[in-house]
């Protein structure tokens, strides 16, 4: 019996140990939930917006062309004898570029020579003829009208002379044209005539073309209700023409506003610019289409937000993330203006000096103030959490 009630006991002890140790487990368990269930404040990124002074710029597309393009054509005929440049290369003004076969127009220029020789002989006689003439009209021994006919034979003698020595001029003008020459600094395109082509003047293919690339035009079409602004803003000097291209990694061009077109396409309504830019290592080339941003205006106290700063609303409004000085961050409504680069304006709805958050404001929900952890993108979070 004794034994019997040991066992009971100890049976009972057992029960009343484990039910025990499950009540306490059961509280750690639900006092690390409820610790759990407290969530860490929201972090943002954020940045101070202050105000700044800001070039307005507009997109454009256009097309390159050389500053000038000149075509080598012949002004004699003949054969191809030599070829002093290859396609691609750089000439400078005054180097050799072909030789035409000089032998027809040499043998040309000996026939004037002769013929002007002949002339030179005929002014000497017609010269004496007059003297005899005027010795004799003295003494009477020669009429007037004899007289006057040698001193016309002269003048026609002379006549002769100038019209000789001109085609001797012309003639040598001629072999000389049988070298043609680059009549500027410039690189050398495609097409290049061959040697033992036989060339005429006037033909439909010119031997060369040269194009002076150290400089190029870009010729762009805008809307001719912006050419004003865009003009006014050359004018002040707001800032020069960014050029931009789609090779990668290619650094934005600079250049200037040269002119613009004075008549507006009835159809389109666009009037054509022109801009001028420099163009070292030859980054633009005749044909490309390239983008150009032109200046069109200023903002001299403006306050820009990065782009993905810009929550959107269902209606189609824009709203931002402010945080006060407190820490606390809510949803604003704001008005933007134009984009600048990969920001845009705020142009109402925002103060210089304000907090706004640029990542991580979508966690914020609209219509409530809420507290969060907010620090600049360049300074690492601490860690909240024990």
């Given at each position: 019996m004794t034994r019997h009630k040991i066992l009971i006991l100890s049976c009972i002890g057992l029960i009343a140990g484990a039910l025990a140790v499950f009540q306490l487990e059961n509280r750690l368990y639900v006092a690390s939930a409820e610790e759990h269930a407290v969530e860490p404040a929201i972090r943002l990124t954020?940045?101070?917006?202050?105000?700044?002074?800001?070039?307005?710029?507009?997109?454009?597309?256009?097309?390159?062309?050389?500053?000038r393009r000149v075509e080598i054509r012949p002004q004699v005929g003949g054969l191809i004898l030599e070829r002093h440049v290859e396609e691609g290369a750089r000439v400078s003004a005054g180097d050799v570029l072909f030789r035409i076969d000089p032998a027809p127009l040499q043998a040309d220029l000996d026939v004037a020579e002769a013929a002007l020789a002949r002339a030179e002989t005929a002014v000497a006689n017609a010269r004496s003829a007059v003297e005899r003439s005027d010795s004799l009209l003295t003494r009477n021994a020669v009429s007037q009208q004899s007289n006057d006919t040698a001193h016309n034979d002269l003048q026609m003698a002379k006549a002769g002379v100038a019209e000789a020595r001109a085609a001797v001029e012309r003639k040598r003008l001629d072999l000389d044209f049988a070298t043609l020459r680059a009549p500027i600094d410039g690189y050398v395109a495609a097409g290049l005539a061959e040697i033992g082509g036989l060339v005429t003047v006037g033909g439909d293919k010119p031997l060369a073309v040269l194009h002076d690339l150290e400089t190029v035009n870009i010729d762009l079409r805008l809307p001719a209700d912006e050419l004003d602004a865009v003009m006014m803003a050359a004018e002040e000097g707001l800032g020069p023409v960014r050029v931009l291209t789609d090779r990668d990694r290619a650094a934005p061009l600079t250049g200037t506003l040269k002119s613009s077109d004075v008549i507006v396409d009835q159809g389109t309504g666009y009037v054509g610019v022109r801009i001028e830019a420099v163009n070292p290592n030859l980054a633009l080339l005749p044909g490309m289409f390239v983008r150009a941003r032109l200046p069109h205006g200023v903002v001299a106290n403006a306050l820009l937000v990065p782009e993905d700063a810009v929550l959107r609303t269902s209606d189609g409004g824009a709203q931002l993330v402010v945080v006060s000085p407190e820490g606390e961050a809510a949803r604003r409504d704001v008005l933007l203006g134009e984009r600048v680069g990969n920001r845009v304006i705020v142009a109402s709805g925002l103060k210089p000096g304000e907090i706004v958050a640029v990542r991580g404001q979508n966690r914020v929900p609209e219509g409530v103030t809420m507290p969060v952890d907010a620090g600049p993108a360049d300074t690492p979070q601490s860690d909240t959490q024990s």
């Amino acid at each position: 019996m004794t034994r019997h009630k040991i066992l009971i006991l100890s049976c009972i002890g057992l029960i009343a140990g484990a039910l025990a140790v499950f009540q306490l487990e059961n509280r750690l368990y639900v006092a690390s939930a409820e610790e759990h269930a407290v969530e860490p404040a929201i972090r943002l990124t954020v940045e101070t917006v202050e105000a700044e002074r800001v070039v307005l710029e507009s997109e454009y597309a256009g097309r390159v062309s050389a500053r000038r393009r000149v075509e080598i054509r012949p002004q004699v005929g003949g054969l191809i004898l030599e070829r002093h440049v290859e396609e691609g290369a750089r000439v400078s003004a005054g180097d050799v570029l072909f030789r035409i076969d000089p032998a027809p127009l040499q043998a040309d220029l000996d026939v004037a020579e002769a013929a002007l020789a002949r002339a030179e002989t005929a002014v000497a006689n017609a010269r004496s003829a007059v003297e005899r003439s005027d010795s004799l009209l003295t003494r009477n021994a020669v009429s007037q009208q004899s007289n006057d006919t040698a001193h016309n034979d002269l003048q026609m003698a002379k006549a002769g002379v100038a019209e000789a020595r001109a085609a001797v001029e012309r003639k040598r003008l001629d072999l000389d044209f049988a070298t043609l020459r680059a009549p500027i600094d410039g690189y050398v395109a495609a097409g290049l005539a061959e040697i033992g082509g036989l060339v005429t003047v006037g033909g439909d293919k010119p031997l060369a073309v040269l194009h002076d690339l150290e400089t190029v035009n870009i010729d762009l079409r805008l809307p001719a209700d912006e050419l004003d602004a865009v003009m006014m803003a050359a004018e002040e000097g707001l800032g020069p023409v960014r050029v931009l291209t789609d090779r990668d990694r290619a650094a934005p061009l600079t250049g200037t506003l040269k002119s613009s077109d004075v008549i507006v396409d009835q159809g389109t309504g666009y009037v054509g610019v022109r801009i001028e830019a420099v163009n070292p290592n030859l980054a633009l080339l005749p044909g490309m289409f390239v983008r150009a941003r032109l200046p069109h205006g200023v903002v001299a106290n403006a306050l820009l937000v990065p782009e993905d700063a810009v929550l959107r609303t269902s209606d189609g409004g824009a709203q931002l993330v402010v945080v006060s000085p407190e820490g606390e961050a809510a949803r604003r409504d704001v008005l933007l203006g134009e984009r600048v680069g990969n920001r845009v304006i705020v142009a109402s709805g925002l103060k210089p000096g304000e907090i706004v958050a640029v990542r991580g404001q979508n966690r914020v929900p609209e219509g409530v103030t809420m507290p969060v952890d907010a620090g600049p993108a360049d300074t690492p979070q601490s860690d909240t959490q024990s």
